[in-house]
């Protein structure tokens, strides 16, 4: 049986929106004696555009990797399209969910690290079809096809045989953006995905993303420092600060109007940097 709390929480509508892609219920996570992320609320409609900024530690890259299941919540619920990620209900009671029901959930999400984590010893092709083919059960052929398209969308149709070592590390970030696109993903995370690249190659990787962003109907959780491209790209601008939203608008709002002394300040520092 799950505590009280989290059937409340469950049971709970999401603030602010009917149908929400994603909800985070008073969601928190603590390492050891660190509190993370505190009692988060935080919703994504389906097809926003959503970027997240905020100082070094303040929890963004958490934020996401919970999404993902790549952490747990210590407590709090997170839904997607109305079903908890961390539980399911088994005749008509909910308990913490199998490995089965996580990786169901995690077929919606499409994740881009700012390590591209490719496979080395696989072609580029081959990279963009394990998942599918092994966790949806894509037959080869589709997922080859598939495949292809989405490196074609990234720039990359003539990479198809090569190995992520003979490919620059743009490029290879865009093999990952691709990978991920061919899953079909509902939402896509991206965390910092320009951040270990050299700076002449950020360019190139930004405007995949701006392109995928355009094109419109997927919902996307985009962890960013370059506040540029977030301005143009985002619906929906959330900044945090110790483990909490403080402040989150559309774009022209968060940078031309802050409110917050913490955003202020913030905003200030990147722009000296
Ligand atoms: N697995 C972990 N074990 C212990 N502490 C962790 C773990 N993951 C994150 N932390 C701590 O949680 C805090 C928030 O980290 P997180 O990476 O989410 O912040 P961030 O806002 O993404 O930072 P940055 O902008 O520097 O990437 C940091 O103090 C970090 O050291």
Not at 40 to 67: C, M, Q, W, Y
Not at 148 to 173: C, H, I
Not at 254 to 268: A, G, N, V
Request: some cysteine; overall charge neutral.
């Amino acid at each position: 049986m799950l505590a009280v709390k989290t059937q409340e929480l469950i049971e709970k509508k999401a603030v602010d929106t009917v149908n929400p892609l994603v909800a985070y219920k008073q969601v928190s996570k603590s390492f050891g004696d660190i509190k993370v992320i505190r009692e988060l609320d935080f919703i994504v409609s389906p097809g926003e555009k959503v970027a997240i900024i905020g100082p070094s530690g303040s929890g963004k890259t958490t934020l996401i990797r919970l999404l993902m299941t790549l952490e747990e919540p210590t407590s709090g619920v997170i839904e997607i399209n109305g079903e908890p990620l961390w539980h399911k209900e088994v005749k008509g009671k909910l308990v913490k969910a199998d490995e089965k029901h996580l990786h169901k959930m995690r077929g919606q999400i499409g994740m881009v690290f700012q390590q591209f984590n490719l496979f080395p010893h696989m072609t580029v092709l081959r990279n963009c079809t394990e998942a599918p083919v092994n966790v949806l059960g894509m037959s080869r052929k589709e997922a080859e096809e598939r495949a292809k398209a989405m490196l074609t969308k990234v720039g990359l149709g003539n990479k198809l045989d090569n190995y992520p070592a003979q490919l620059s590390g743009g490029q290879q970030q865009r093999v990952a953006i691709a990978r991920a696109l061919v899953m079909r993903p509902k939402v896509m995370l991206f965390d910092e995905p320009t951040s270990a690249l050299d700076p002449e190659l950020v360019g190139e990787v930004l405007d995949v993303i701006r392109e995928i962003a355009e094109e419109g109907d997927m919902a996307m959780i985009l962890v960013t420092h370059e506040m540029e491209f977030a301005k143009d790209v985002a619906d929906r601008i959330v900044f945090t600060d110790g483990g909490k939203i403080v402040e989150q608008g559309p774009p022209t709002e968060i940078f031309e109007k802050p409110k917050s002394d913490r955003l202020q300040s913030f905003l200030k520092r990147m722009k000296s940097k």
